[in-house]
C-alpha cells in the first residue's frame, strides 16, 4: 500500500529564477501520469507561486479546505494531480510580505498536513535561490533527492553552482541535471547538450529541451507533444 512515507518525494530545484522550473515539474508530472504513475504537486515558492496559473488557464479555483475529521488540507484535483500552494489561501495580486521564519512554517504545514493520499511521486517546485525554503525542504523536512534545472547562461550556471554546493553541504542526492531552453538545437532535431554545462558539472545530463515559443510551450507543458520525445522512457523509473 502506498503512504506519505513510501512515495518518492523530489525537489525540483535551480538556485536562479526564471529558467523553467515550475514548467519542468509540470512536464515531469505529465510524463509520469501518462506512464500510469499517481503524481502530487507542491508548489514550495511561497513568494512567488506559479504552478496553478500554468495548470489552469482561469481563476476558477477553489479556496484552501480542510477535512473535519483529520483536519489536514484537503488538497485540489487538478488534471488528475493531487496539488496544493499558497495560491489557494491568499489572493493572486496579494503580496506574501513573511519573513523566513514565516515561510518555513507554511511550507512545512502545507507538506505535512497535505491529506496527499496514496501517490507514486510527490514533485516540489522549488524557488529560487538557496535560503529558508531549501533548508525548509532539503534539511527539517528531510527530502533526499533533487533535480537540477540548468540553462546555458552565466547568471544560471553561477547560481546553479551555489545550489550544488548546498546539496552536497547537506548531502543530499542529485538525480541529475535537465538542460532546458536549450538554443542549440530546435524541434524536431536530436538533442544537443551544451558543452558547457557538461565540462562546469559533474552531475549527469538527463535530458535536453529546446526553446520553443513561449505560447507553444506552455501549451506543450500539459500536452507533450513535441517535447516528448526529448524525455528518455526510463527516466525517474
Not at 484537503?74 to 506574501?96: G, H, L
Not at 525542504?137 to 540553462?151: C, H, Q, R, S
Request: hydrophobic fraction near 40%; aromatic fraction near 8%.
Amino acid at each position: 500500500m502506498l503512504t506519505f512515507k513510501s512515495m518518492e518525494k523530489i525537489a525540483i530545484a535551480s538556485g536562479k529564477g526564471g529558467v523553467g522550473k515550475t514548467s519542468l515539474t509540470l512536464i515531469i508530472a505529465n510524463f509520469l501520469k501518462n506512464k500510469g504513475y499517481k503524481v502530487g504537486l507542491l508548489d514550495a515558492d511561497i513568494h512567488g507561486p506559479n504552478l496553478v496559473q500554468l495548470l489552469v488557464s482561469n481563476d476558477d479555483v477553489s479556496s484552501s479546505k480542510s477535512d473535519k475529521g483529520t483536519n489536514q488540507l484537503v488538497p485540489q484535483i487538478i488534471n488528475n494531480f493531487v496539488v496544493n500552494s499558497i495560491d489557494f489561501s491568499m489572493s493572486k495580486k496579494e503580496a506574501t510580505i513573511w519573513r523566513g521564519p514565516l515561510v518555513s512554517k507554511v511550507i512545512k504545514h502545507l507538506y505535512l498536513n497535505t491529506k496527499w493520499g496514496q501517490l507514486d511521486y510527490l514533485l516540489i517546485d522549488m524557488p529560487p535561490g538557496t535560503g529558508d525554503a531549501y533548508l525548509t525542504i532539503l534539511d527539517t523536512l528531510e527530502i533526499d533527492k533533487i533535480l537540477l534545472v540548468a540553462v546555458e547562461d552565466d547568471f544560471c550556471i553561477s547560481n546553479l553552482h551555489k545550489t550544488c554546493s548546498l546539496i552536497n553541504k547537506l548531502n543530499k542526492q542529485s538525480l541529475g541535471i535537465i538542460e532546458n531552453l536549450s538554443e542549440n538545437f530546435s524541434v524536431p532535431s536530436s538533442p544537443v547538450i551544451s558543452k558547457r554545462i557538461k565540462n562546469e558539472f559533474d552531475d549527469e545530463i538527463l535530458f535536453v529541451l529546446p526553446r520553443l515559443p513561449r505560447k507553444i510551450f506552455y501549451q506543450e507543458v500539459n500536452n507533450l507533444d513535441k517535447l516528448r520525445r526529448y524525455i528518455p522512457e526510463n527516466f525517474l523509473i
